[in-house]
């Protein structure tokens, strides 16, 4: 860019009376009119720097939107083997995902649900009442595999369809329906089993939860297929699309000609499956049906869908994210267990996370 100076010096070449007596309007006049050019030109690197800018913005924010907890994940996990090298060995990765296997299925069906603006208390009372009835159909040589998995399955889907329809059709918050889901399911399954566990189970039904195909156990391979089948059921089908359109906007969805009611039960009862074949992987790797099973494990998976990225509000949820969140949950729970970290620290710690998810999907609701 020109300056004033040399624009001068090039001017007193070309009119010097003009400039030895003073007369500057020739000098001002051409003075502007390259000036206003450059100004120009200098507007448009300006816009085209500011779009630039925008654009990687743009870019830096999405990248972050969709890979963001799995970079927390990897530096996690980073982190974890640092404090101890027991942590990278493939035999307690493999583990990791084990113990975590049960959450994140469950968690995969809390996410639809939240998905809907809708909440689930009742999951981990309902693992507790498969695990009872399946155990007592498992002992040897009383019923087929395929009855008793029939069976758990079974106990999942009714429990879900009660919450769903009780919603749906009753006009009642999810809070409070499967608030009462979660004391009932459980006093159940304490009725079922005398409060008592329920032991001598078949070689068979145990390969579920404690066998291995190829080397990688049998619940790590049910998680991985649950959560494929579930991306393709909520990204590639009308379902899928319908249980965002609720969450985004149920009174739109209604007027838009979806049956809200309907799919609110299937969502619920597919939640309810879930837990179902949790309660029977947890109940098979334990060995024994556990009245008091799935302790806690509503809020494990709750935690893992909103870690994921889930929104309280409705309308945003990943089946990705929920598996990150889960895995992000294990990976604490291990690594915090590994360096002796006090259980009653671990769930401190669990619950501030929890916080500050909840609170950062609060600030982005509020900015949108």
Request: with cysteine; net charge positive; proline share 2%.
């Amino acid at each position: 860019m020109l300056r004033k100076e040399k624009i001068c010096e090039l001017l007193a070449v070309l009119l010097p009376k003009n400039i030895e007596d003073g007369d500057w309007g020739l000098v001002t006049i051409w003075n502007q009119e390259v000036g206003m050019k450059e100004m120009k030109e200098l507007v448009a690197d300006k816009d085209q720097e500011m779009v630039v800018k925008y654009h990687n913005k743009e870019r830096i924010a999405s990248f972050l939107k969709r890979y963001g907890m799995l970079l927390i994940l990897i530096a996690l996990m980073i982190l974890m083997s640092l404090l101890t090298p027991t942590f990278l060995t493939s035999s307690n990765l493999l583990n990791i995902i084990r113990q975590m296997s049960v959450v994140g299925i469950v968690a995969i069906g809390v996410t639809m649900i939240i998905i809907t603006t809708g909440i689930d208390l009742s999951s981990g009372s309902v693992i507790a009442l498969v695990s009872v009835v399946v155990a007592s159909m498992a002992h040897p040589g009383s019923f087929p595999l395929a009855v008793i998995i029939l069976a758990g399955l079974g106990v999942g889907v009714l429990t879900g369809i009660i919450n769903g329809t009780i919603i749906a059709k009753g006009k009642i918050a999810p809070f409070i329906v499967t608030l009462g889901m979660m004391t009932a399911a459980r006093g159940v399954a304490m009725l079922y089993s005398d409060g008592r566990p329920i032991g001598n189970l078949s070689d068979s039904f145990k390969f579920i939860g404690q066998g291995s195909l190829f080397g990688i156990p049998v619940p790590i391979i049910i998680f991985f297929l649950i959560a494929v089948v579930s991306y393709l059921i909520l990204n590639k089908t009308k379902f899928g699309k319908y249980v965002y359109a609720i969450g985004g906007n149920e009174q739109a969805a209604v007027i838009a000609g979806i049956n809200v009611a309907k799919y609110k039960i299937m969502i619920y009862g597919y939640a309810g499956l879930l837990s179902g074949i949790a309660g029977i992987i947890l109940t098979s790797r334990i060995a024994s049906g556990q009245p008091t099973a799935g302790n806690m494990y509503e809020l494990d998976a709750i935690a893992a869908a909103v870690i994921g990225g889930t929104s309280l509000a409705g309308g945003i949820g990943t089946i990705g994210g929920a598996v990150i969140g889960a895995l992000i949950i294990g990976v604490m729970n291990n690594g915090l267990d590994l360096v002796n970290v006090s259980s009653y620290w671990q769930q401190i710690l669990k619950g501030i996370i929890i916080t500050l998810a909840v609170l950062i999907d609060s600030k982005k609701n509020k900015k949108k």
